[in-house]
C-alpha cells in the first residue's frame, strides 16, 4: 500500500477530544506541512517515534486548531504502517477542518474499515481478531465484551492453529509415505488416523458447542412476554426496562401491537418483547395482535407467561402453555399483593417450567425473576480466562465445514480407501479452519468484512 490514508477516528458529535487518524508512508511528511510547534522550531518529521507533540494545525497562515499530535512509526503500530494521530478539539466543524487540512495536503479519505484491514493485511493481526474489532465496538453488555476481547488477544486463532498444526502433521505424513514408501510405512495406518480425526472432532464439536451461548451474549436473548389482557404484561415491560415505555391501563387489551426494548440483565443483553393479551376475540384489531404474539413466542429464546393470580385460569391460559412446550420459559404470578384465586402449587401441576411469584405493582420479587433468567440461560458466572464462545456465522459455518470434512476421512478409512484420498479431506479440513484466521479466503469476502466497519476504524 503506497497511498497514506486518514479518517475521524471518534464519534462525529461534539465531545471533549477528536482523533483524526493517518495512516501510510507519507503520514510524518503530510503531518509536517500542516503542523506547527508553539514555538515553531520542531519538526513532526524530526521527532522520535511514539511521542506526543503539542503545536497546532495549520492551513498555510490560517490557524485550524490547538492539537496534540502522535507519532507511531511502522511497523509497531495499530496497522503496521506509519501513523499520525491528531488529537484535536472534539467539535464537528474542528474535526472536519482538521481532516479536510491533512487530505488536502495528500491523505486519501480512508474506506470504511481501511485502517483495521491494513492492519490484517500486514499481518499485525488475523483475521479472526480483525473481526473481534468490530465486536468490542459493537458489544451491547460485559459477556459480550469479554468475549470479544478475548478472541481480540487470539484465543480463536489459538485454538484454531493448534487444530491446523495436527491435521498438516498428517497430511505431511500421508504425502511423505507416498513419496518414499520404501522408508516409511503406512501399514496400519487408517486405524491411528481414525484416532486422530475422532480426537479433532470432538474439540471441533467442543467450539460449536458454544455457538448458542455466544449468539446470546453477542445479540441478546429474544425474550418474549405472553398472558391475557390485563395480567400485568405492559407493567413488567416498564419495570425491567426501567421507565414508562408500555401504556397500562385497567381497561383489557390496552396493547395491540408489538413493543420490542432492549435491556442489560447482570451483564446479559434481553431483547424485550411485549405483546397483545392473548384471548379470543371479534376485535380485528386485537385479532392481528393476537396472532402476532403467538407467531413471536414460537421465535423466542425465552418466554415470560405471566398470569393474574387473582383470575381463575381458563381455556386461554391452556393456549398458553401449549406454547410454552420445548420452549425454555419461566411462568410469573403477577399480583402477589391480591388475594389468590391461581397459587404456585397450582401451576407447577401444569407446567414444568419455573414459577415466580411477583406483584408488578409494588415492584417486589423482581430480583428473584432476574436471577431466574440468568440461571436459565448460563449455568454459574461465566468464565472468560481460557473458555471461547464462537459469536460470528462465519466462524460456525467453517467450524462445520471442517468437520463435515473430517466425517469424510473416517468414511473413506471404513471402506479402506487408498490414502491419498484421507489426504484430500484433510486438506479442505485445513483450508476451511484456515478461513477462519484469514489464511485462505478471497479478497472479496475480505472486502465484505472490512466494509461493515466504521470509517475510521
Same mark, same amino acid.
Given at each position: 500500500?503506497?497511498?497514506?490514508?486518514?479518517?475521524?477516528?471518534?464519534?462525529?458529535?461534539?465531545?471533549?477530544?477528536?482523533?483524526?487518524?493517518?495512516?501510510?508512508?507519507?503520514?510524518?511528511?503530510?503531518?509536517?506541512?500542516? +503542523?506547527?510547534?508553539?514555538?515553531?522550531?520542531?519538526?513532526?518529521?524530526?521527532?522520535?517515534?511514539?511521542?506526543?507533540? +503539542?503545536?497546532?494545525?495549520?492551513?498555510?497562515?490560517?490557524?485550524?486548531?490547538?492539537?496534540?499530535?502522535?507519532?507511531?512509526?511502522?511497523?509497531?503500530?495499530?496497522?503496521?504502517?506509519?501513523?499520525?494521530?491528531?488529537?484535536?478539539?472534539?467539535?464537528?466543524?474542528?474535526?472536519?477542518?482538521?481532516?479536510?487540512?491533512?487530505?488536502?495536503?495528500?491523505?486519501?479519505?480512508?474506506?470504511?474499515?481501511?485502517?483495521?484491514?491494513?492492519?490484517?493485511?500486514?499481518?499485525?493481526?488475523?483475521?479472526?481478531?480483525?473481526?473481534?474489532?468490530?465486536?468490542?465496538?459493537?458489544?451491547?453488555?460485559? +459477556?459480550?465484551?469479554?468475549?470479544?476481547?478475548?478472541?481480540?488477544?487470539?484465543?480463536?486463532?489459538?485454538?484454531?492453529?493448534?487444530?491446523?498444526?495436527?491435521?498438516?502433521?498428517?497430511?505431511?505424513?500421508?504425502?511423505?509415505?507416498?513419496?518414499?514408501?520404501?522408508?516409511?510405512?503406512?501399514?496400519?495406518?487408517?486405524?491411528?488416523?481414525?484416532?486422530?480425526?475422532?480426537?479433532?472432532?470432538?474439540?471441533?464439536?467442543?467450539?460449536?458447542?458454544?455457538?448458542?451461548?455466544?449468539?446470546?451474549?453477542?445479540?441478546?436473548?429474544?425474550?418474549?412476554?405472553?398472558?391475557?389482557?390485563?395480567?400485568?404484561?405492559?407493567?413488567?415491560?416498564?419495570?425491567?426496562?426501567?421507565?414508562?415505555?408500555?401504556?397500562?391501563?385497567?381497561?383489557?387489551?390496552?396493547?395491540?401491537?408489538?413493543?420490542?426494548?432492549?435491556?442489560?440483565?447482570?451483564?446479559?443483553?434481553?431483547?424485550?418483547?411485549?405483546?397483545?393479551?392473548?384471548?379470543?376475540?371479534?376485535?380485528?384489531?386485537?385479532?392481528?395482535?393476537?396472532?402476532?404474539?403467538?407467531?413471536?413466542?414460537?421465535?423466542?429464546?425465552?418466554?415470560?407467561?405471566?398470569?393474574?393470580?387473582?383470575?381463575?385460569?381458563?381455556?386461554?391460559?391452556?393456549?398458553?402453555?401449549?406454547?410454552?412446550?420445548?420452549?425454555?420459559?419461566?411462568?410469573?404470578?403477577?399480583?402477589?399483593?391480591?388475594?389468590?384465586?391461581?397459587?404456585?402449587?397450582?401451576?407447577?401441576?401444569?407446567?414444568?417450567?419455573?414459577?415466580?411469584?411477583?406483584?408488578?405493582?409494588?415492584?417486589?420479587?423482581?430480583?428473584?425473576?432476574?436471577?431466574?433468567?440468568?440461571?436459565?440461560?448460563?449455568?454459574?458466572?461465566?468464565?472468560?480466562?481460557?473458555?471461547?464462545?464462537?459469536?460470528?456465522?462465519?466462524?460456525?459455518?467453517?467450524?462445520?465445514?471442517?468437520?463435515?470434512?473430517?466425517?469424510?476421512?473416517?468414511?473413506?478409512?471404513?471402506?479402506?480407501?487408498?490414502?491419498?484420498?484421507?489426504?484430500?479431506?484433510?486438506?479442505?479440513?485445513?483450508?476451511?479452519?484456515?478461513?477462519?484466521?484469514?489464511?485462505?479466503?478471497?479478497?472479496?469476502?475480505?472486502?465484505?468484512?472490512?466494509?461493515?466497519?466504521?470509517?475510521?476504524?
Amino acid at each position: 500500500m503506497t497511498d497514506t490514508i486518514a479518517a475521524v477516528a471518534t464519534a462525529m458529535t461534539a465531545s471533549g477530544i477528536g482523533i483524526i487518524r493517518m495512516s501510510g508512508p507519507d503520514s510524518r511528511k503530510i503531518a509536517g506541512k500542516v +503542523y506547527r510547534s508553539k514555538g515553531g522550531k520542531k519538526r513532526i518529521e524530526e521527532v522520535s517515534s511514539h511521542t506526543i507533540n +503539542y503545536g497546532f494545525i495549520c492551513d498555510g497562515e490560517e490557524t485550524i486548531d490547538e492539537v496534540l499530535v502522535m507519532v507511531m512509526d511502522g511497523p509497531r503500530s495499530y496497522t503496521g504502517e506509519d501513523t499520525v494521530e491528531i488529537d484535536c478539539h472534539g467539535g464537528v466543524l474542528a474535526m472536519k477542518r482538521v481532516l479536510e487540512t491533512v487530505v488536502k495536503y495528500g491523505a486519501r479519505p480512508a474506506e470504511p474499515g481501511e485502517f483495521t484491514k491494513r492492519a490484517f493485511l500486514n499481518g499485525r493481526m488475523d483475521l479472526s481478531q480483525a473481526e473481534a474489532v468490530i465486536d468490542v465496538i459493537n458489544a451491547k453488555n460485559e +459477556y459480550a465484551l469479554k468475549s470479544s476481547l478475548g478472541q481480540l488477544k487470539g484465543n480463536i486463532q489459538k485454538a484454531i492453529q493448534e487444530i491446523r498444526e495436527r491435521i498438516i502433521f498428517q497430511i505431511a505424513y500421508i504425502e511423505s509415505a507416498l513419496d518414499d514408501p520404501e522408508h516409511i510405512s503406512i501399514d496400519g495406518y487408517g486405524e491411528t488416523l481414525g484416532k486422530e480425526v475422532e480426537l479433532l472432532k470432538e474439540r471441533l464439536q467442543q467450539l460449536l458447542q458454544t455457538v448458542r451461548e455466544g449468539k446470546l451474549m453477542k445479540e441478546g436473548i429474544k425474550t418474549v412476554i405472553l398472558g391475557k389482557p390485563n395480567a400485568g404484561k405492559s407493567s413488567l415491560l416498564n419495570i425491567l426496562v426501567g421507565e414508562e415505555r408500555a401504556i397500562v391501563t385497567d381497561i383489557a387489551g390496552t396493547t395491540r401491537d408489538i413493543l420490542e426494548e432492549s435491556i442489560v440483565l447482570h451483564g446479559i443483553s434481553l431483547r424485550m418483547i411485549d405483546t397483545a393479551g392473548i384471548r379470543s376475540t371479534e376485535d380485528v384489531v386485537e385479532k392481528i395482535g393476537v396472532k402476532k404474539a403467538i407467531e413471536y413466542a414460537k421465535d423466542a429464546d425465552l418466554i415470560l407467561y405471566v398470569v393474574d393470580s387473582s383470575v381463575p385460569l381458563d381455556e386461554n391460559d391452556r393456549e398458553i402453555l401449549e406454547l410454552l412446550q420445548d420452549k425454555r420459559a419461566i411462568v410469573i404470578l403477577n399480583k402477589a399483593d391480591l388475594d389468590p384465586v391461581v397459587t404456585e402449587d397450582i401451576l407447577r401441576k401444569k407446567t414444568k417450567h419455573a414459577v415466580v411469584s411477583i406483584s408488578a405493582k409494588e415492584e417486589e420479587g423482581i430480583d428473584l425473576l432476574e436471577q431466574q433468567m440468568k440461571d436459565m440461560f448460563f449455568d454459574g458466572e461465566l468464565s472468560f480466562n481460557d473458555e471461547i464462545y464462537i459469536t460470528n456465522v462465519r466462524h460456525k459455518a467453517a467450524l462445520e465445514e471442517a468437520k463435515r470434512s473430517l466425517e469424510l476421512v473416517e468414511n473413506s478409512i471404513q471402506m479402506q480407501m487408498p490414502e491419498d484420498f484421507f489426504s484430500i479431506d484433510l486438506m479442505n479440513a485445513y483450508e476451511a479452519l484456515g478461513s477462519i484466521i484469514g489464511e485462505s479466503v478471497g479478497e472479496d469476502l475480505v472486502n465484505e468484512i472490512f466494509s461493515k466497519f466504521c470509517t475510521g476504524k
